[in-house]
């Protein structure tokens, strides 16, 4: 079956950086694009960044933008975010998901806290 299983979050001082990581497994995953999402308390959740199956397209929210970036290993299935520069309000569950406009696999998230 498809999983989609996240790792690389932790609480981190403003300024700092990230990496996270999605590990797939259960499909053909470089025929796949790839997504990452994000919610924070409160808020509805939204895309962050994705990637085409290819790697050669990317995609990033106004609000990521020159800050995260969204790559790929298809010999590992793995889908990374790095995140510099981070931010309080860049705190949130950030969510790995199989596909580019639409998201049929989602994984079970990992916390990201900005903070001093």
């Known amino acids: 079956q498809v999983q989609l299983v996240e790792s690389g979050g932790g609480l981190v001082q403003p300024g700092g950086s990230l990496r996270l990581s999605c590990g797939a497994s259960?499909?053909?995953?470089?025929?796949?694009?790839m997504s990452w999402f994000r919610q924070a308390p409160g808020k509805e959740r939204e895309l962050v960044a994705r990637?085409?199956?290819?790697?050669?397209?990317?995609d990033y929210s106004d609000s990521v933008k020159a800050r995260f970036t969204i790559s790929r290993d298809d010999t590992k299935r793995t889908v990374y975010l790095q995140m510099n520069s981070l931010k309080p309000e860049d705190t949130a569950v950030y969510y790995c998901?199989?596909?580019?406009?639409?998201?049929?696999?989602w994984g079970q998230g990992t916390q990201v806290t900005v903070s001093e």
């Open positions: 990637i085409s199956n290819t790697g050669g397209r990317t």
């Open positions: 998901s199989r596909g580019w406009t639409v998201n049929d696999y």
């Open positions: 259960g499909f053909s995953f470089s025929i796949y694009a």
